[in-house]
């Protein structure tokens, strides 16, 4: 068996993608508001900063910073993907068992990376926030609805228009 090396460092900053088993499935975002409703939930029992994050119907991307002395985010992770596994069964929703017995909703793994400098941390908010562009579901960033690209077009860090092409026929020089 693999064994997956995880980066554990307290108070660190991480990207995260979790995916559905089932890429063809939209349950993420046919059940938004019970995924936030979850999020939330962890966050109030094991506080984490949500740096970034987007929703899309097959899988989604974070970047979250630890508290100072704990470097527990497989541990949420966890606890969010079974809440909203269990909710899904609570409304009914098919999900299917694997050869272990196990409901085979979440691909068992996720992806993390360790943000090691400002640099990365603004590479990474980015392609959070322009990962609906990249998978066709908007045709700019901002109009994806399940995105904190909203909350940085608010407070005044991105402009409504980021990552878009020019309108105007304008390139530059």
């Not at 554990?8 to 409703?37: C, K, P």
């Not at 360790?114 to 322009?130: C, G, P, S």
């Amino acid at each position: 068996m693999v064994r997956y090396r995880r980066s554990w460092v307290a108070g660190g900053t991480f990207f995260f993608t979790v995916n559905l088993h089932d890429r063809d499935r939209g349950l993420l975002v046919e059940h938004v508001d019970a995924l936030r409703h979850i999020v939330q939930t962890v966050r109030r029992d094991l506080p984490f900063v949500i740096e970034a994050m987007v929703v899309l119907p097959d899988h989604w991307h974070a970047v979250w910073t630890m508290p100072p002395d704990d470097s527990g985010y497989a541990h949420r992770l966890r606890l969010i993907k079974a809440r909203f596994t269990r909710y899904l069964l609570h409304q009914g929703v098919s999900v299917e068992k694997d050869a272990r017995g196990e409901y085979g909703l979440w691909q068992r793994r996720f992806w993390e990376h360790t943000i090691r400098d400002a640099r990365d941390l603004q590479a990474h908010v980015d392609y959070v926030h322009i990962n609906p562009v990249k998978h066709g579901h908007a045709t700019r960033a901002i109009d994806w609805p399940h995105s904190t690209i909203h909350r940085y077009v608010e407070r005044g860090l991105l402009p409504r228009d980021w990552a878009c092409e020019p309108q105007d026929g304008a390139f530059g020089e």
